[in-house]
């Protein structure tokens, strides 16, 4: 069994590897994070883990700020909302340490992904990201479908083609009746494949209300007739006689 001074030791190699092979830092933070992941679940420490770990890491000789216990607490925090480096390494580095850690300490679990996508497409500094998070909590920048965007509530207002619905401080940007209606219609030649979502992309929170979770798949599906599996287009069928998808989303919405 992993004891605390076995963890101190594994990160001082991880560390001293890095730094020799000079790895990016984001990737040392990273293996650093899976290091105090594995170890505490592994022994299962408690409160006092990290702050083990840190002492043993100042005894080592590891005296930057970097390598203390609030910083640790950020690298294991990273890695467990970023567990798979095959899938997101490209990213992750692509960005700064400082913004890793707006992003690990601001925003919902869920929507981690599509923050740090669109830190990169935006190539934001700290200072512009602190913004956009602060507008985005204010409810002045709103997510639009799936894009990588944010756009702002004048514009949105101006759409006469959505619809804003707001619970609890947590908005969400669907389309009206009409633009379902027109959804409906759309031949299956037309439909585009780059701007349908994958069903394994789709994310229900379940704790929150009937109504909300419509609104939240809404906004995520953005065509509710057609998605992806894999790599297949699907067109969506109702109960032939049942209800409508507008009949329930209007029922739900009232």
């Known amino acids: 069994m992993k004891t605390v001074n076995t963890v101190v030791a594994n990160l001082e190699r991880i560390i001293k590897f890095s730094n020799a092979k000079e790895e990016s830092k984001i990737y040392q933070y990273w293996k650093i994070g899976r290091e105090?992941?594995?170890?505490n679940k592994l022994n299962q420490y408690g409160t006092h883990f990290i702050d083990d770990v840190a002492n043993g890491l100042q005894r080592k000789g590891f005296t930057k700020?970097?390598?203390r216990r609030r910083e640790l607490y950020r690298m294991q925090k990273f890695h467990k909302e970023f567990p798979d480096w095959l899938n997101f390494?490209?990213?992750?580095?692509e960005i700064s340490w400082l913004n890793h850690k707006l992003i690990v300490e601001s925003i919902e679990s869920e929507?981690?992904?599509f923050w740090l996508v669109l830190c990169v497409e935006k190539k934001y500094t700290v200072r512009q990201l602190k913004d956009t998070i602060r507008k985005w909590k204010a409810g002045i920048l709103f997510r639009l479908g799936n894009n990588y965007e944010l756009i702002q509530l004048s514009e949105i207002e101006g759409m006469k083609t959505h619809q804003i619905v707001t619970f609890d401080?947590?908005?969400?940007?669907i389309p009206t009746m009409d633009e379902l209606a027109n959804m409906k219609e759309i031949d299956n030649h037309s439909i585009?494949?780059?701007q349908l979502v994958g069903v394994k992309d789709i994310y229900i929170d379940e704790r929150f209300s009937v109504t909300e979770r419509i609104c939240s798949f809404m906004e995520q599906i953005k065509n509710p007739y057609y998605c992806l599996v894999g790599d297949v287009v699907v067109r969506c069928e109702f109960t032939e006689g049942?209800?409508?998808?507008e009949e329930i989303i209007r029922k739900?919405?009232?």
């Open 36 to 39: 105090l992941c594995f170890g």
């Open 65 to 67: 700020n970097v390598y």
């Open 89 to 93: 390494g490209t990213l992750l580095s």
């Open 111 to 113: 929507d981690k992904a």
């Open 169 to 173: 401080n947590r908005s969400y940007v």
């Open 192 to 194: 585009q494949r780059d």
């Open 242 to 245: 049942g209800p409508s998808l």
């Open 252 to 254: 739900n919405m009232k």
